[in-house]
């Protein structure tokens, strides 16, 4: 008999003790206003409904029950909380971020963060350990989130462990019905723990406890929180640049599933005193009929005044297209594009001006520098050939042609894209005091690059190409000094073994050989102003200048067709694989300036005697060789004429 009643008293002792090891604590509020047990945190307010935050930018709120729920680890951990709340999006401006429910080891937050991390965290996951139930209105996807409408239990991360779009089970469709956060509406929230089970379940406010709840996940909470006896039990929530007020109206707490009080949804707080608070979408009273007058006309004003900008940006940036262009569009710029790149054509941005128009300078978005030419044309026939021959050029691949990136057509002006070089033209190095005069060197690799770029222009395209308009001011110096060939404008194409098809004597006076007007055009008369230009660099001077006595005018007064090398034979030349020609003073058609042409381009191929020192520099031409006629030629020209090197291709 003893024995027996000892079992019964052990029993009754280990009993009592289970039931002791987590002291029941329950709650219940109604109304929020004047509560002691609460403690609130940055912009949270008992205004009744307790209000997390009110609807402005970067905003935080927090709410505590000041009371610590007592757990122990020694037996089974068990709560279910419920409470209605309700986020009112501010009106014309995007509802966010959320609220949470928290479980936490502490009421103060002082490194938590506003916008994503909804309160309750920030970018460090080392702080003490925390349990939320979130409530997300904002997709962030290096959070995971699945969507901008969600529920997720975070675990001491706003990275959920488990995640659902927010939704809740009917039992009347057999299927989940899904729910917006960011209504407005009063939303019911269901919590349940119960060993290592978490549950979270919600639904409208008219709608009982789903049968089955929208996550369910395993959560030890002693592993979460180890070695802490008591927790603390609370909401937070967030605002950025989405913004939402965010409001709890009952909550309910009970450490004892079966004893958590149940809603009166009587004694709730009326939807439409939620909407009368701030951000509502609440009607309000008619405006006077005076105003409403003054506001339309005020709109109809503002839509004409932006109608007419809009079309005077329309015409401002407006071009010009027809089929025959099609082919083109591959190479075509927006002029809109160019607008921006040279900032409106702005005189900062302006380079010189040539023969054919202006030249800007410009920055394409990839960071690309440009050079914008804006030539003026008549006639559409002449723009179609001009733009078939310029177009080409894209197709041309040589290291000394200036790169041509395309075009832009705007009403009448046809716009040249090419790429920009630091160095500007030649004839400022030479004809410009302000500029630094060029070595014999730099000059050498100029008229070397000239020389190389004319011979593929003639032998290595596909077609032959006469530029028709070789000078200084149509070189271009890159960076490292290098020469480029431009300005196309004059160019012509015709197949190889044909013959050019040119009415009209073009180019410029000094650079026209003789025989263009009555032979045409040809690679000869390329030669021709080549060899006028290697002059024009080595001496500094232009091939006209009128200032001067008219028997020193012209730089070149006779001149032999029938001798004129080939490109092949000047690059040569130039590269000493081939002996300059012998010419006497008495062949037949040799003047007195003859001596002075065959000396001049013997100096310049005599690059063992130049330095980028030089000799002394000519003041008056800005040259370091002053060129004058001589009356005997060169010894270094009395060579015989062969071949002692096969010619090499021009690189490309």
């Not at 610590?68 to 971020?97: D, K, Y």
Request: include cysteine; charge should be neutral; aromatic fraction near 10%.
């Amino acid at each position: 008999m003893a024995s027996w009643l000892l079992q019964i008293l052990v029993i009754s002792s280990l009993h009592l003790i289970s039931l002791s090891s987590q002291q029941e604590t329950r709650f219940v509020y109604e109304n929020f206003r004047d509560q002691d047990n609460l403690y609130l945190d940055d912009s949270a307010k008992d205004l009744g409904p307790l209000r997390l935050t009110g609807g402005a930018t970067y905003e935080t709120g927090r709410a505590f029950y000041k009371k610590p729920i007592q757990f122990s680890s020694s037996g089974p951990l068990s709560f279910s909380t419920h409470f209605v709340c309700a986020l009112v999006p501010r009106t014309g401006i995007e509802g966010g971020h959320g609220l949470t429910f928290l479980l936490s080891s502490s009421m103060d937050f002082p490194n938590a963060r506003e916008t994503r991390y909804l309160g309750a965290f920030n970018e460090s996951t080392s702080g003490f350990p925390v349990l939320a139930v979130e409530l997300d209105t904002i997709r962030n996807q290096e959070f995971g989130d699945i969507d901008n409408n969600h529920v997720g239990i975070d675990v001491n991360s706003p990275i959920s462990v488990g995640i659902a779009s927010a939704s809740y089970y009917s039992d009347l469709k057999g299927k989940n019905e899904s729910i917006n956060l960011l209504s407005g509406k009063p939303i019911q929230v269901w919590v349940d723990y119960e060993g290592t089970v978490f549950n979270v379940s919600i639904s409208p406010l008219q709608v009982q406890k789903p049968s089955r709840p929208l996550l369910s996940h395993p959560i030890n909470l002693s592993e979460i929180f180890p070695n802490i006896s008591q927790l603390f039990v609370g909401f937070s929530a967030a605002t950025g640049n989405a913004v939402s007020a965010h409001y709890i109206l009952w909550w309910s707490f009970s450490t004892n599933r079966e004893s958590l009080p149940r809603l009166d949804i009587s004694r709730l707080l009326d939807i439409s005193e939620l909407l009368e608070l701030p951000y509502s979408t609440a009607p309000h009273k008619s405006l006077p009929p005076w105003i409403v007058v003054l506001v339309v006309c005020l709109g109809i004003v503002v839509l004409a005044v932006l109608a007419r900008v809009y079309f005077h940006r329309r015409k401002k940036y407006s071009e010009v297209s027809e089929t025959w262009e099609k082919e083109f569009d591959a190479h075509r710029f927006s002029y809109k594009s160019l607008y921006k790149a040279t900032k409106g054509f702005r005189k900062d941005e302006f380079l010189g001006r040539g023969g054919f128009g202006e030249v800007y300078r410009g920055d394409l978005p990839q960071g690309r520098e440009i050079a914008v030419k804006i030539v003026s044309h008549n006639g559409d026939e002449g723009l179609k050939q001009f733009l078939a021959e310029v177009v080409s050029m894209r197709y041309l691949k040589h290291r000394n042609l200036v790169p041509l990136f395309g075009y832009c057509r705007r009403k009448h002006e046809l716009l040249l894209v090419s790429e920009y070089m630091p160095n500007r033209s030649l004839d400022e190095h030479l004809f410009d005091e302000t500029k630094s005069v060029l070595s014999w060197s730099q000059r050498l690799m100029v008229v070397k690059g000239i020389a190389s770029a004319l011979w593929y222009l003639h032998t290595g395209a596909d077609r032959v190409v006469l530029h028709r308009d070789v000078k200084a001011s149509n070189v271009m110096l890159d960076a490292e000094f290098n020469g480029r060939l431009g300005d196309f404008g004059m160019a012509r194409f015709h197949e190889h073994g044909g013959n050019a098809a040119t009415t009209a004597a073009v180019g410029t006076v000094g650079y026209m050989a003789p025989e263009l007007v009555t032979m045409g055009a040809s690679t000869a008369t390329d030669v021709y102003a080549f060899g006028v230009f290697m002059l024009e660099v080595a001496c500094g001077r232009r091939p006209v200048e009128a200032q001067l006595q008219v028997e020193r005018r012209h730089m070149i007064k006779w001149v032999l067709p029938e001798s004129r090398p080939t490109m092949e034979q000047v690059v040569l030349y130039l590269n000493n694989n081939l002996p300059m020609p012998y010419f006497s003073p008495y062949t037949l058609g040799i003047g007195t300036f003859a001596p002075f042409m065959v000396d001049a381009a013997s100096l310049l191929a005599s690059s063992a005697s130049w330095s980028s020192s030089g000799p002394s520099m000519s003041s008056s031409n800005h040259s370091p060789y002053a060129c004058q006629p001589t009356d005997q030629p060169s010894s270094e020209t009395k060579n015989s004429f062969h071949v002692v090197a096969e010619p090499e291709k021009p690189q490309t």
